[in-house]
């Protein structure tokens, strides 16, 4: 039995749910390594790998903000986006914010990445899992939204 086409493929509700959720794991890690100790476990802390370098510079914050839990708001944010019941819904609005969601993390990825390359000359590995996690649900999200928007909405 096929699905109708404006229902995304089977496969991607899950996907993007375990991305949101893999997310969520990562930024608590580095939220709770903000508030406790620089020190990230498995991260070097000199050269170009240096996790302390990146999450204690002056860029790891805005307005008082950690980027952590900036990364943690991002990927709750967008879990109940990705429930298979919000990615089979009707109404446009849902897939219109998981699409901006989506769009948002990415743009913040390219400033990050930016910050980490250029700035800061140094990367950290658990801020690159949460980079790898937020462009693979981008794509997810940008592939689900073409696969089901239809001329209606």
């Given at each position: 039995?096929?699905?109708?086409s ?13 991305l949101a959720?893999a997310?969520?794991a990562d930024?608590t ?7 406790t ?16 370098k990146?999450?204690?510079?002056s ?25 298979p019941?919000?990615w089979r ?5 849902v897939?219109r914010?998981r699409?901006?969601?989506a769009?948002?993390?990415?743009l913040?990825?390219f400033?990050l990445?930016y910050?980490?390359l ?8 658990y ?6 996690l937020t462009?693979?649900?981008f794509i997810?999200v940008?592939l689900?939204?073409?696969?089901t ?5």
């Amino acid at each position: 039995m096929s699905q109708p086409s404006n229902l995304p493929p089977r496969w991607l509700a899950p996907l993007a749910l375990v991305l949101a959720v893999a997310g969520i794991a990562d930024a608590t890690y580095l939220t709770i390594a903000h508030y406790t100790t620089p020190v990230l476990l498995s991260c070097p802390d000199t050269g170009v790998i240096n996790c302390a370098k990146v999450t204690t510079s002056s860029y790891a914050s805005i307005l008082g903000v950690p980027l952590a839990v900036l990364g943690l708001v991002f990927f709750v944010g967008m879990l109940p986006f990705q429930l298979p019941v919000a990615w089979r819904s009707a109404n446009p609005w849902v897939r219109r914010l998981r699409l901006l969601g989506a769009i948002s993390g990415v743009l913040m990825v390219f400033w990050l990445l930016y910050v980490e390359l250029y700035k800061l000359n140094a990367i950290c590995l658990y801020c690159t899992a949460a980079h790898v996690l937020t462009v693979a649900l981008f794509i997810v999200v940008a592939l689900g939204t073409a696969l089901t928007a239809d001329s209606t909405s």
